[in-house]
């Protein structure tokens, strides 16, 4: 008889689950709002402005969404690229930066094949 008690306590937990399975799976999805396809060409526009505001805005969004920097859309080989040298310092003189941002930079610098002591 207890042996009997448990497959029926068992068998009734799993037609439970499968219920509450249907419940949960058969209901209709609510849109989600799509993200917006990534354009390379459009952050490397972007990243690589004049307009430091942007290159900064676009850094912080990258960084947002991937956790790291776009530092591959500049030639660093012989030494960090200007705009990149001028965007890290304005990353980092921002009061508001996150301290996870701040780790960010420096994981991005001791990667770049050309560090630079200024930066």
């Known amino acids: 008889m207890y042996i009997f008690c448990g497959i029926v306590i068992q068998r009734f937990r799993s037609l439970h689950s499968i219920a509450l399975a249907r419940k949960v799976y058969n209901v209709p999805v609510a849109k989600a709002e799509k993200k917006a396809k990534f354009n390379f060409e459009e952050l490397k526009t972007a990243a690589t402005s004049e307009n430091p505001e ?7 969004e990258y960084f947002e969404q991937f956790e790291e920097f776009p530092s591959y859309l500049f030639d660093n080989i012989d030494r960090i690229d200007k705009k990149l040298s001028e965007t ?11 301290a996870r941002m701040r780790k960010g930079i420096v994981q991005m610098l001791n990667r770049l094949p050309a560090r630079n002591d200024s930066t």
């Open 54 to 60: 942007l290159r900064k805005k676009v850094f912080e």
């Open 88 to 98: 890290i310092s304005d990353i980092e003189n921002d009061p508001d930066t996150s």
